[in-house]
Every structure is written in C-alpha cells, then in structure tokens.
C-alpha cells in the first residue's frame, strides 16, 4: 500500500508520503496532524563511497572489531532523535506558515516520513526546512495532487472494507471502564469516523 502512494517529497534525507484524514488508516492516528518515522533508509557512514572504502580496507588495523561491523549514523539513539526533532520541528513551522487556522483538514491525517541519509551541514538543514514548506503547499495546495491521492484512496478504502477491521480489532481504551473516568479522552479518537472515508 505505502509504495502505491504518491510521493509527496523526495530528497537525499528524507521520502514523505501522506496518508490524509479520509484514507482508513488514519482512523488510527492519535491526533489530528500526526506523523510516523521509518529510520531503515541511510548508508552505513552516511556515504556509500567512504562505505565501499571502509569495507575494501585491508591496512594494519583491518582485524580491529570496528572493521567487521555496519557502522551507521542512526545506530546511535542520540543520532534518532535528533533527526526527528529537526524533521517535527520542520514540519510544524511549514504548516503554521502556511496552512491557516480555519482550514486544517487539508493537511489532516499521516505524514510518513522514511529517512535516508543523515543531514550534516547547514546546507543540509536548510534543504529539509525548504522542502518540507514545498511538500505542505503540494499537500494543501496542489489541486492535481488532491484529486489523483482521492481517486486512489477510493479503492485502498474499498479494498480493505473502509477500515472495517480496524475499528473491530483496535483497543479503544488504555483500561477497562476508562470511559466513565472524568476527564476521559478516546485513545483513538478518529476510530469511529468511518463516515469521512471515500
């Protein structure tokens, strides 16, 4: 399902898809904007050249234990949650740019972000933020986007039953009885809306 989305924006640091508010796996989002992260993508020193060199190395120190590992930037958790926090940030500042108030729903939904390779210089940085602007104005914009991700999203809804599964199978409550308690939020509260689907 995921490789049969549209690609939203694609660079050297990030792939982003959206799956929007009246798709069914957005039934299963916690809150009105939210995102998910895949850290799979990236090569291993963050060069496939400098990669290919550290494997071909064959010099004094080559029985070292280093050398028989898959050194990679996001082994680290430190190195995970930085980039995410930049990639959060990104994508908050985008949409208070340029989504206003009274019209969230275009941007409401998944933001699925696959990472790649790991930023580095100011450079890098100042491209995730410009095309993550660009990415929100095609997702709240782009009028062909909208249509083409709608017609789409008609047969993945079709497909798997408008979520039916979904609602049947999720856990509603974190415990038994959590609903009668004052104050009680839903865990899943988009879970019902199955009437916003296609």
């Known amino acids: 399902m995921f490789k049969k989305m549209p690609m939203v924006k694609q660079n050297a640091f990030f792939k982003l898809k959206f799956f929007p508010y009246y798709h069914h796996l957005s039934l299963v989002r916690k809150s009105n904007i939210a995102y998910t992260f895949s850290n799979g993508g990236g090569s291993p020193l963050n060069d496939s050249e400098l990669y290919k060199a550290f494997k071909a190395y064959k010099g004094p120190y080559a029985r070292n234990a280093y050398f028989r590992t898959t050194p990679h930037p996001k082994d680290k958790a ?41 930023p580095r210089t100011e450079d890098d940085y100042a491209m995730i933020k410009r095309d993550m602007h660009s990415a929100v104005k095609k997702v709240h914009k782009d009028r062909e ?54």
């Open 78 to 118: 430190v190195a995970r949650a930085k980039f995410r926090k930049l990639i959060k940030r990104s994508l908050f500042e985008a949409l208070h740019a340029i989504v206003p108030n009274e019209a969230p729903f275009t941007v409401s939904g998944i933001w699925f972000f696959k990472f790649d390779a790991s």
């Open 145 to 198: 986007f909208q249509q083409k991700l709608g017609q789409l999203l008609q047969k993945h809804n079709k497909d798997f039953n408008y979520g039916e599964i979904l609602v049947k199978d999720a856990t509603l409550e974190n415990n038994p009885g959590a609903n009668r308690v004052p104050g009680y939020y839903p865990k899943l509260p988009f879970i019902k809306n199955t009437a916003l689907l296609l």
